[in-house]
């Protein structure tokens, strides 16, 4: 299967890249990144989350990009970023290593930016927190449809009610490797009742199916047992740039419960937004909220570079 497989026209279609840079992290590495925008532009950092890859924010890119710079990249074993052979390869700290890796690579010294992480790319935030080019880029952050710890507790994928049963079917879920075969009226059905509101439309639901069955399975596999076993609670701690959290109130990857858990252990949280009957894909299912939020951070937290 295509390693970028994705809808090819309207809002949700991948705009052309202006720019492609490698990124090559600390164990050797090499990430896919992407630069859209005028440049001089106040900087915005996109990282997606399991399963997704640089497609997964088009709407966000094509609708920022007009006066910021965004940069967007591919999380190791995904879109066209190459994965590694060993398991060493899957960690919250190759998370951290990557991202470290991106903006040393598409920023200048000392140049500050919004970070916005969704799902996975949000831990991936959370993994970096404490690492010096985080801290030297990050002017703030956003977690959209995210969570630090007790994922596969929380989750409502499987709908039973919570304790050990549903954890253990959750994590059997989650990490199959299983592949997920070209996208189906079923596979669709699936996708749309595990990680978007009963509301999307049919438009989305395609973007999102596409991106994710993309994705390859040992590689969503890999990444599976990684957020299964997440632990980032000391992470947390280490935002202290200014952060905002956005989620869905009908998401069942990531619940609210964790947003809200989010807010209470952040030391610097400016905003909390919870977007009601959405689900997980909130830059998907709810882009013009996403965008509005990014683009509120940067108006308030980035200063515009001398000589832009």
């Known amino acids: 299967m295509s390693r970028l497989m994705h809808v090819t026209t309207g809002p949700y279609a991948p705009p052309p890249a202006a720019r492609e840079l490698t990124a090559v992290s600390a164990d050797g590495s090499r990430l896919y990144v992407e630069v859209h925008g005028p440049e001089g532009a106040p900087a915005v950092v996109l990282a997606h989350g ?24 591919d999380q190791r074993g995904h879109g066209r970023s190459p994965a590694r052979a060993s398991a060493a390869g899957y960690s919250t700290t190759a998370l951290a290593d990557d991202l470290e890796a991106v903006l040393a690579t598409a920023l200048e010294p000392g140049e500050r930016a919004v970070l916005a992480g969704h799902s996975m790319g949000g831990m ?3 993994a970096a927190a404490g690492r010096g080019k985080f801290k030297e880029h990050a002017a703030a952050v956003l977690l959209c449809s995210t969570g630090g710890w007790d994922l596969t507790a ?23 490797k299983a592949p997920l075969g070209p996208v189906t009226p079923v596979a669709r059905r699936i996708l749309r009742y595990a990680t978007m509101g009963p509301g999307s ?17 040992m590689v969503r596999y890999g990444w599976s047992h990684v957020l299964a076993e997440l632990e980032l609670s000391s992470g947390v701690r280490e935002l202290t740039m200014p952060t905002a959290v956005l989620v869905g109130t009908a998401d069942r990857m990531t619940p ?15 905003g909390s937004t919870e977007l ?3 689900g997980h894909m909130t830059p998907v299912e709810a882009p013009e909220a996403v965008s509005a939020a ?10 515009v570079r001398e000589g832009a």
């Open 50 to 73: 399991w399963t997704c890859s640089t497609a997964f924010w088009a709407a966000q890119i094509r609708e920022l990009a007009v006066d910021h710079r965004v940069i967007a990249y």
């Open 256 to 270: 609210p419960v964790h947003a809200r858990a989010l807010v209470a252990a952040l030391p610097s949280c400016v």
């Open 201 to 217: 439309s049919r438009d989305k639901i395609e973007a999102c199916a596409r991106i994710v069955h993309a994705c390859p399975r």
């Open 276 to 278: 009601a009957g959405l």
């Open 294 to 303: 990014i683009r509120e951070l940067v108006g308030t937290y980035v200063t």
């Open 124 to 126: 991936t935030m959370m």
């Open 154 to 176: 929380e989750s409502r994928v499987v709908p039973l009610k919570a304790g050990r049963l549903r954890t253990r079917l959750t994590r059997a879920v989650l990490g199959s």
